[in-house]
């Protein structure tokens, strides 16, 4: 069993930032690809970005040079650091454990095990 929790979303203006965190613990955790996330109201879930074991990074084309997405060194842990926020990003936040090794199917919410409740990203125009 894994536990995911995300915390750092709020409330910023566009042209703002903000950096999400993500820990997934628990007796099954072990070190795998994660990744994040979103879905606003009324649409589906959208992948945003992801980070392997290995730290290679991928990332959706509309956060693309706007976000980043690192780990601490025990895995636990990833950052999602979002700048130059719009609009049009505003959604629940979503942090994803358990997708593989190398990310290789990083993009679709069933390659993952365990999920976070969301946390909350609101960008006023």
């Known amino acids: 069993q894994v536990h995911v929790a995300e915390s750092g979303g709020g409330s910023v203006p566009a042209g703002g930032s903000l950096r999400l965190s993500c820990t997934a613990s628990g007796p099954d955790f072990e070190s795998t690809c994660m990744g994040w996330f979103r879905q606003a109201p009324g649409k589906s879930r959208e992948a945003v970005a992801a980070i392997s074991t290995g730290g290679i990074t991928e990332f959706s084309s509309s956060v693309k040079g706007r976000f980043s997405i690192t780990q601490a060194n025990t895995k636990q842990t990833v950052f999602l650091q979002m700048t130059n926020l719009t609009p049009e990003d505003t959604a629940v936040y979503f942090c994803?454990?358990?997708?593989?090794?190398?990310?290789?199917?990083?993009?679709?919410?069933?390659?993952?095990?365990?999920w976070g409740q969301g946390t909350q990203v609101t960008v006023s125009s």
């Open positions: 994803a454990h358990g997708g593989g090794y190398s990310c290789a199917y990083w993009s679709f919410p069933g390659a993952y095990k365990a």
